[in-house]
């Protein structure tokens, strides 16, 4: 009775996503959230303390305040007046950076190697602010809910009427929904952040050509990416993507 109340539930809950649903900027997609503003800001800050307190942060370097200007001056076109925009240099050699909820910007210096000039580092940093301003995160946490639920609802049925197939459908639903839906949705996400961030960087006034450039250096002595199996497009489509954006800026008034 249990696993069938809980089931029920979770159709309840599946009934009032539609009035969980927002639209990302610029690209106007509809996504489903369940999380609250509020929520996600102090989410944000939270985590970002803790990341700066276990990392080497640079300052006053010419890197650490070219990464401030940069993103101060993407930070005025982003028009957000609730985030309390910081960006900081940490000294790490991955190829990464990331923004937290609220505008918490962190660029690793091992990223300084594709990103060569302030466009470049601009690409970085748009994309990266762009996944805040659309809620990837607790997009991704809403839609990973949404997940278990489906995964429960299928074992309430089972344990009604086939209890014996339960472990074939859980094997067999967490290999497909990672492949089948989270990956894909991963890509969808990445591919978005790249177009909003084309339109944050042109509007900063950065070259959005510098872009397709620092994608080519990313790819620099590496395998393309299989995408069946990852959650990024692989260079050459994240190429051939923004190549289609850039062109539809350019045909804007």
Same mark, same amino acid.
């Given at each position: 009775m249990k696993l069938?109340?809980?089931?029920?539930?979770?159709? &309840?809950? &599946?009934?009032? !996503?539609?009035?969980?649903?927002h639209k990302t900027p610029y690209t106007n997609r509809s996504q489903m959230i369940f999380m609250s503003q509020e929520e996600e800001l102090a989410l944000g800050e939270k985590s970002y303390e803790e990341a700066l307190s276990n990392a080497k942060v640079i300052t006053g370097t010419k890197d650490a305040n070219r990464v401030k200007a940069i993103g101060?001056?993407?930070? @005025?076109?982003a028009n957000r007046s609730d985030f309390s925009w910081e960006f900081n240099l940490v000294e790490d050699k991955a190829m990464n950076?990331?923004?937290?909820?609220?505008? =918490? /910007? /962190?660029?690793?210096?091992g990223i300084l190697t $594709?990103?060569?000039?302030?466009?470049?580092?601009?690409?970085?940093?748009?994309?990266? !602010? $762009?996944h805040a301003l659309a809620?990837?995160?607790?997009?991704?946490?809403?839609?990973? @809910? /949404?997940?278990?639920?489906?995964? &429960? &609802?299928?074992? /309430?049925v089972l344990a009604v009427g086939a209890p014996e197939?339960?472990?074939?459908?859980?094997? $067999?639903?967490g290999i497909g929904s990672q492949v089948g839906v989270m990956l894909p949705y991963g890509r969808m996400q990445e591919s978005e952040a790249d177009e909003i961030g084309i339109y944050l960087m042109h509007k900063a006034g950065y070259n959005m050509q510098e872009a397709l450039k620092f994608w080519e250096n990313?790819?620099?002595? @590496?395998?393309?990416?299989?995408e069946f199996l990852s959650t990024h497009p692989?260079?050459?489509?994240? !190429?051939?993507?923004? @190549? =289609?954006? !850039?062109a539809k800026v350019q045909t804007q008034p």
């Amino acid at each position: 009775m249990k696993l069938l109340r809980n089931g029920i539930f979770i159709i &309840l809950s &599946l009934i009032i !996503i539609a009035g969980c649903t927002h639209k990302t900027p610029y690209t106007n997609r509809s996504q489903m959230i369940f999380m609250s503003q509020e929520e996600e800001l102090a989410l944000g800050e939270k985590s970002y303390e803790e990341a700066l307190s276990n990392a080497k942060v640079i300052t006053g370097t010419k890197d650490a305040n070219r990464v401030k200007a940069i993103g101060e001056r993407i930070a @005025k076109v982003a028009n957000r007046s609730d985030f309390s925009w910081e960006f900081n240099l940490v000294e790490d050699k991955a190829m990464n950076a990331y923004c937290l909820p609220g505008g =918490k /910007v /962190v660029v690793y210096t091992g990223i300084l190697t $594709a990103a060569r000039n302030d466009d470049q580092l601009a690409t970085v940093i748009s994309h990266e !602010i $762009a996944h805040a301003l659309a809620r990837h995160g607790a997009e991704r946490m809403s839609s990973a @809910k /949404v997940q278990q639920g489906v995964q &429960l &609802l299928g074992n /309430v049925v089972l344990a009604v009427g086939a209890p014996e197939y339960q472990n074939v459908f859980n094997q $067999a639903y967490g290999i497909g929904s990672q492949v089948g839906v989270m990956l894909p949705y991963g890509r969808m996400q990445e591919s978005e952040a790249d177009e909003i961030g084309i339109y944050l960087m042109h509007k900063a006034g950065y070259n959005m050509q510098e872009a397709l450039k620092f994608w080519e250096n990313m790819s620099e002595g @590496k395998t393309d990416t299989n995408e069946f199996l990852s959650t990024h497009p692989s260079s050459s489509t994240r !190429i051939e993507d923004i @190549k =289609k954006v !850039i062109a539809k800026v350019q045909t804007q008034p």
